[in-house]
């Protein structure tokens, strides 16, 4: 079965980095792009972007161009998001999510990663 | 950037009830509009796909109507397990968009 496993919680101060990762099993991890989804404490959900981790190709949501960068390691079935020059703006819970079989909606998604930013 | 206007915000309804949700896109979307359920402490799940088809598993008393601009989920009979927000997403453009969202609740 499809299964994104993604990373622990981080707390990071402001002005640092982090990097998250989700963990792709049940499939050929090459065979579906994965996307980036945030979702700030009771709020709504924003689309980071998407990365094919077969050619390494992204694709980012505008607002998140100079925030976000999406990488993978295929050798471990990993992709892989880096949040940078952090500020509280940025606390928030990420998922990465993924495409269903006939690429009809976003069918599977990690579990999230809550980033606080804090001093 | 297409902007996804979704209404209303909050919901409150009674078991049995049927109940509407609302999504307009800021331009012609055709029918590329998925709608999600996200329960308190949980990872979105996906409802509906391009406006009107079921995702698997998902009991039938969920629908989804609409092209273009405007576009519906529709509970046709509400249940206790329904209790969640509700948020569109367009995925017409190259980019994504998600709506607002709409809280559930129980009256």
């Known amino acids: 079965q499809v299964n994104l496993l993604q990373s622990g919680a981080a707390l990071v101060k402001p002005g640092a980095s982090v990097k998250l990762s989700c963990k792709a099993s049940?499939?050929?991890?090459?065979?579906?792009?994965i996307h980036w989804v945030k979702q700030s404490h009771g709020k709504s959900l924003e689309w980071i972007g998407y990365?094919?981790?077969?050619?390494?190709?992204?694709n980012y949501n505008e607002k998140f161009k100079s925030k976000a960068t999406l990488t993978v390691d295929k050798s471990t079935n990993t992709a892989y998001m880096e949040l940078s020059r952090l500020t509280s703006e940025d606390s928030a819970t990420y998922y990465c999510?993924?495409?269903?079989?006939?690429?009809?909606?976003?069918?599977?998604w990690g579990q999230g990663t809550l980033v606080t930013v804090s001093s | 950037d297409i902007q996804m206007t979704q209404s209303p915000s909050f919901l409150s309804a009674s078991v049995g009830d049927r109940v509407t949700i609302n999504c307009k896109a800021s331009?012609?979307?055709?029918?590329?509009l998925d709608w999600y359920q996200q329960k308190l402490g949980e990872a979105p799940k996906l409802l509906i796909y391009?406006?009107?088809s079921l995702h698997t598993g998902i009991p039938s008393r969920f629908s989804g109507s609409g092209s273009g601009t405007d576009f519906t989920l529709t509970i046709s009979s509400l249940q206790p397990e329904d209790v969640a927000t509700y948020f569109c997403?367009?995925?017409?453009?190259?980019?994504?968009?998600f709506g607002a969202g709409t809280k559930l609740e129980l009256k």
């Open positions: 999510t993924r495409l269903s079989i006939r690429g009809t909606g976003f069918a599977y």
């Open positions: 049940g499939y050929t991890f090459t065979d579906y792009y």
């Open positions: 990365i094919n981790p077969n050619s390494g190709y992204t």
């Open positions: 331009q012609n979307i055709n029918k590329y």
């Open positions: 391009n406006t009107n």
């Open positions: 997403l367009q995925h017409n453009s190259g980019s994504n968009t």
